[in-house]
């Protein structure tokens, strides 16, 4: 297989990261992606870095094994907890994209008044949101909003409920009714983001990584010459550390019916099952 030809690696605690690999899929339909769903020690945003960092690192080396041509680490806890590690220990064999630098550039550009982080404690407690935008903007006002159980309750599958969701962006934004722009930054938050737009009614920006991270990875592709050439549509393959029905709910509903979940738990029983 030619370098361009092999897979591009993409990884999150659960289906968050079905946002981002979904913006991928949506800009470059030619490219294969192995996404895999570490549901089994999710949440990672209430976990420490160094716990994190010890799932990212298997992680890594799985997508490794299944010869990717790229790391996308589409979990923000997981960038916060893990990317600079990552970046030491494989960026030579692989090039490795975290979701946090891609919204940064973007915000950036765009900078406004007040700006709300909503996150996992885990990003929040790094504070790389802040320190990068202030680096760039020192008078940004920034508000980190940690919220702890959001991005399970999607992972629940209860982002259906929009009464609930509701009462919980209401609960979370309630106090900031000045706010120009938010950042949504867990990979979760994508898939209840028009609920947040309806919470401001007025009108706000809202940054998210889906598409953000999938031109990051297209560039970055283009500058070392590993855009897969083929015209024919990519093939993706699914692993998860736990099998769950939001999962399986959510990968079909991002990629189709045919997506076959592979079970594959990290440490214990390496042997691959197809449920
Ligand atoms: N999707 C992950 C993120 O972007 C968080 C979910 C979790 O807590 O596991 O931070």
């Known amino acids: ?21 979904g913006g991928i899929h949506d800009l470059l339909p030619n490219e ?6 570490d549901t089994r020690h999710l949440p990672y945003g209430d976990k420490s ?16 094994d299944q ?15 893990s990317y600079a590690a990552l970046e030491q220990k494989y960026g030579h064999l692989v090039p490795i994209i975290n979701v946090i630098d891609p919204v940064v550039q973007q915000v950036s550009a765009r900078p406004c008044g007040s700006t709300a982080i909503l996150a996992t404690p885990a990003t929040t407690n790094k ?31 209860l982002f259906y409920n929009r009464k609930l969701i509701a009462e919980i962006v209401d609960h979370y934004f309630g106090d900031y009714p000045e706010l120009e722009s938010v950042v949504l930054a867990c990979t979760h938050f994508p898939i209840i983001r028009d609920m947040i737009e309806e919470h401001f009614d007025r009108g706000i920006n809202i940054f998210d990584s889906t598409d953000a991270v999938a031109l ?4 970055r592709l283009e500058v070392m010459h590993l855009l ?25 509903i991002f990629f189709g019916d045919n997506v076959q979940l592979q079970y594959y738990p990290l440490w214990e029983d390496p042997e691959l099952r197809v449920f």
């Open 1 to 21: 297989m030619k370098d361009a030809e092999r897979p591009i690696g993409v990884f999150d605690s659960g289906i968050g990261g079905l946002t981002v690999a």
């Open 32 to 37: 294969h992606l192995v996404y895999f769903g």
């Open 49 to 64: 870095d160094k716990t994190i960092l010890d799932y990212c690192d298997r992680i890594a080396q799985f997508l490794i």
């Open 67 to 81: 010869n990717c041509k790229m790391i996308v680490i589409a979990c923000n806890s997981a960038s916060s907890a």
């Open 127 to 157: 504070g790389l949101y802040v320190s990068k935008l202030h680096a760039l903007h020192p008078e940004m006002e920034i508000v980190p909003i940690a919220s702890k159980s959001l991005a399970t309750i999607i992972e629940e599958g």
């Open 216 to 219: 990051a990875v297209k560039d």
């Open 228 to 252: 897969n050439p083929s015209r024919s549509k990519g093939e993706h393959r699914f692993y998860v550390s736990d099998l769950t029905d939001s999962f399986q709910k959510m990968a079909r």
